[in-house]
């Protein structure tokens, strides 16, 4: 096996090296018109010329490949095969960017404003991403040919709903006994668990207080006494709660019970997260939360994926638990309807596969179990009310019961014949739905095995149960308590035996199980939108989060690089980064970031997240202090510090964020430092809030080089209809390297000494309204008429309504209607009804009318914002006079309060003449896209879908893109149709457990951008929709990006002291590559001994994991406020990282448990579209 996959590297990095020779002499710069002969003759010049240098570098390549074979030939098998076929070391030599087309990636020009009291618009030389031809052939190539491909299934399924008798949604087995014998026995794998919630009905603590320790309590003892008994977990969040109050004994019998396999841990993730609303970048986290403590640990590596409960499943999980290394995974909550399908086709295990692998590399081998729950009763076969008697929980007098009303009976000599045999009915019943003679039945349900004589019960009833089934030669069945890897193995081994090539038992299959419905019509499309506010937080948090983790990264890189490290600041940084990391980890649980726990739950989830905002805030501007300090060497730390506010402070648990105000006095002059966490270069406008009118008029912003930037004062208005008089907000263009901190300051001067042009004051223009009290520097009319006014810039145009609501944008020279609404949804007047789950609307939506609202317009050369008061929003458009991303669609803002209305469901709705008819595109974890396609045998709450980072339809002329700061559901319900919901108001529950409806809603943040891109190509045929892959323009991936990792603000306080103007890391990635993480990992705790021992229990290690993502994207749209290029995935970590890190370099599995290969940071590495890569550094 070993060879085998050595010798396919090898061929793969030869065929890779080979490409990029072609390539090489391919791309030559397209040359202009000499006459024909001296055209050859220049260009075979110019070829020949290029054939040397090829050849020089060849030799070099050729050297570098030699190397890694001998390199692959003894790194370990695993990391081997994660490495394989997707990994390629090309050329030393420093990639030919000269080879790309030349594209214009001017500077800004200076500006022109002729007058300050009538501004012009700001002109900007517009750049483009330089794309390479090559790159855009990943986006165009075909369709994945799995052989199961959930687009197809559920064109062909009815999604009718038959009673199918004890098997309530499927139908009454039969089977023949024969089909068993002594050599072909069943194989019965008894998995007892118990799934803990952190947090749902109780807080994560409440839970682990009155429960989880209890169960882990008796793990520790009824494990150990009969080695014959089995158990899993699988939430590393409360499993490290209970160790870290275990004495080294306790913690010595939990590694010999993994060590012995009695334990198994599965997935090993901090919590099971949530697949639908959670982002890949959390997902990763949580799960390297989770790797990183069983390492340290337990010192156990995850095989097998284990998601019970998740509310449909997603195929960026199967994605990161194969590069984690994991080998196999099981899921539960999907539809019944296509479980149903599944299990005819006898396809319940197949080989999960990414929609846009063309190949298999992707694949992982996945368990999907075939009935309604994962509780005991339908786990063992078809018929809940057989399977019921066989919980020995419910033993009479225990408390709980049977809702069948058939109790079960303790195992005695008497019935132990009869009862074994009732219950091998039903796993040869359950054995017919799956390809080999392996059953799994799990055994357990939520927070069970609290009690010891649970254990007791459960475990003596059913080997006795064992023993018999056993000891009968003529039933044919091996039963027995098994993990997951118990199971599993059983399988892989039937399937590899002679025969049975895996290969062709299982079949592979490609898509996702979004929209779960569980029962008739109860689809599960609530959750994507409930507790919206908390969503918006997770995402606050994610790239506050990311922010600090790079930032702390790079301070520490260069503490080592430097020589002289700052243990008191590190120490004490890591600490408050591990609790952020943990709370967000806490977060992604299906219970959390879903909205679907109690009222005191989601409040104590909310402070979690606070506090954890607040310590990366506390990181970043530390780290910006330490990397900015004037001499690193003499940096006098003082780690409680605060050197600079974050702009915008969040304090309160249900209070939208306050912008932090700069204080400018006369004569001031206030460094503001900006911190761009892309590792792409920036041009984006910032607003700064500022004090102090005094001199306000004499403001000036200076950049880089004290050049002076223009810049814009906006009256902020504090309640409708009057604006503060002692606060503004500044706008500006920021022009940040990758991965950098750059200073503008900010400075109140002299009337005389201030070019007056560069300042330009907002016009207040109000429609409808009366026109409100402002600061006298601000122009204020009022504007009579009714009809549409229209905002532009130099790259688009917006025009409203009257009521302020958009109607029509023009970019890119192309102009289409978007019209924007408001909608409404109630409830169904049934016994079920919609709740924090379940999405049962009473009918079609209904527009609400805005009526003669009032409407502000904020207009000024660098940026415009038209803003409406409804009755239930505040609804701001911003259009940006930006060179950036920023400037090339239209910023919305939504502030949602829906507390006075009961059974509401909020909505926004754009209608454009886009022929997408029923088809419509939204992402997976912000990982990918996938096609849906709305389907009128199914109800509208079916054709609704998670929009975790954004939404779009497209025909052969337009996309519109929906860019999402936060995730919510979203449905393209009618062609041309894209709507999105905002916040969900219910007096009800739902009756999925929560007890209580959802009436905790507070004033939300929703912020979007929207794109209008027109197709370059137009493309022939009508829509065309291949495949169920589809992505991105770049565009839209740096729109995203800078939605959730925007440009921070960091505003000095009075212990700043004097400070580098700038600090950068150095290097950049191409537009395709994505910098996910760059993430401290830490030690074992360290204990200080003498007379001020403490122990530390987080302490950074000297390791750092890298992870990129590089991106597919289509090239079928323009590019414009980009200014990188794309180089066919070329990334050398010596150019990212010039000043920091050792030479010595490893890929590893995504979540740092195996070793692949080690190289140079010197290496050019070759990453894959879409793939994520992990890279191990060492700090020098
Ligand atoms: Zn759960």
Known sequence: MRLRMSSMIFGGAVSLATLVLLYQVLSLPPETHPPREEKDILSLESRLQRLESDIKSNQHTISEIKSLVRQLANSNSRANSLLGPQYGVVSGKKFARSSINAVNIAEVPGLDLPHRSSPVPVHYNLTYAAVMQDDCIFAQSGPSTADIQMEAVYTLLEFDNPDGGAWKQGWNIKYDAAQWSSEKKLKVF?????????????????????????ILDNMAEKLPQDQRRKFIWAEISYLSMWWDQQPESIRDTMRRLVDRGQLEIVTGGWVMNDEANTHYFAMLEQMVEGHEWLKLNLGVKPNNGWAIDPFGETPTMSYLLKRMGLENMLIQRVHYSVKKHLAREKSLEFKWRQAWDSGSTTEIFCHMMPFYSYDIPHTCGPDPKVCCQFDFRRLPGSGVTCPWRVPPQPISDVNV???????????????????????????????????????????????????????????????????????????????????????????????????????????????????????????????????????????????????????????????????????LALFQHHDGITGTARDHVVVDYANKLLRSIDNCQHIIQQATHYLLSIDQLSYVSDPGAVYYELGEKYTEHNKIASKMVLGLQDGSSVPVVIYNPDSHHRRELLTIRTSNMYHISHLQIVGKKEMPAPCQVDPVFIHSGEASHTMFDVTFLVDAPALSLTTYTIKAVEPSRVNSELVSYAKVIVRSMVAPSVPSIFTVSEEKSKEPFTLHNEHLQATFRSSGLLQSMTTQ????????????????????????????????????????????????????????????????????????????????????????ERNFEFAMRLNTEIKNDNLFYTDLNGFQIIKRVRYSKLPLQANYYPVPSQAFIQDKDNRLSLLCAQPLGGASLKSGQLEVMMDRRLTQDDNRGLGQGVLDNILTPNTFRLLLEPRINAKESGSSHEGLAAFPSLLAHAGVHSLLYPLYSLLPTAKTGPMQ???????????????????????????????????????????????????????GFKSPG???????????????????????????????????????????????????????????
């Open 1061 to 1115: 103007s700038s600090w950068d890391v150095g290097g950049t990635l191409p537009c395709d590559v994505h910098m996910v993480n760059l993430r401290t990992m830490v030690d074992p705790p360290r204990a200080t001994v003498g007379h001020n021992s403490h122990l530390t229990p987080h302490p950074p290690g000297s390791i750092s994991s890298l992870t990129l993502h590089r991106l597919g994207f289509d090239c």
């Open 417 to 583: 014949e009869s009862r074994s045999k009732l219950l091998l009915d039903q796993y040869r019943k359950k054995a017919q739905l799956f390809r080999t003679n392996v059953l799994l039945v799990p055994l357990g349900d939520d927070f069970r095995y609290v009690r010891p004589e649970e254990w007791d019960n459960q475990f003596m009833n059913y080997q006795k149960i064992f023993d018999f089934l056993n000891s009968q030669e003529e039933l044919h069945v091996e039963a027995q308590f098994g993990t997951l890897a118990d199971y599993f193995r059983a399988v892989h081994e039937e399937s590899d035996s002679p025969g049975g090539e895996e290969q062709e038992v299982f079949p592979s299959l490609s898509g996702d199980f979004f929209t779960y419905a569980d029962r008739d019509d109860h689809y599960w499309s609530g959750y994507y939108t409930s507790r919206p506010f908390h969503k918006n937080l997770d995402r606050v948090l994610e790239g506050y989060l990311r922010g600090a983790e790079i930032l702390y990264s790079v301070m520490l890189g260069t503490q080592s690089m430097m020589g002289k490290i700052f243990p008191e600041l590190t120490d004490s940084l890591m600490a408050r980064m591990v609790m952020a990391r943990r709370n």
């Open 813 to 900: 020279g192309h102009t289409a209607p978007v019209s924007l609404e408001f909608i409404k949804y109630g409830v169904k007047n049934h016994r079920e009804t919609s709740g924090a789950y379940l999405f049962l609307p009473d009918k079609e939506a209904e527009l609400i009318p805005v009526g003669q609202a009032g409407v502000v317009l904020i207009q000024g050369p660098i940026m415009s914002t038209v803003s409406t008061q409804l009755k239930h929003i505040l609804h701001m458009v911003k259009i940006k006079n930006s060179p950036g991303v920023d400037g090339m669609g239209i910023d919305i803002s939504n502030l949602v309060d829906i507390t006075v």
């Open 1122 to 1180: 980009l200014s990188c290029s794309t180089n066919g995935g070329k990334v050398r970590l010596s150019e990212l990282f010039p000043n920091m890190f050792s030479e010595q370099v490893h890929q590893m599995s995504l979540s740092m448990l195996y070793e692949g290969v080690d190289m140079t940071k010197s290496y050019t590495l070759s990453l894959q579209p879409m793939e994520l890569y992990t890279f191990r550094l060492i700090r020098s």
């Open 190 to 214: 008894i998995v007892p668990h118990s799934h803990n919630d952190p947090g749902w009905i109780k807080t994560y603590e409440h839970y682990y207080s009155d429960q989880t320790r209890h």
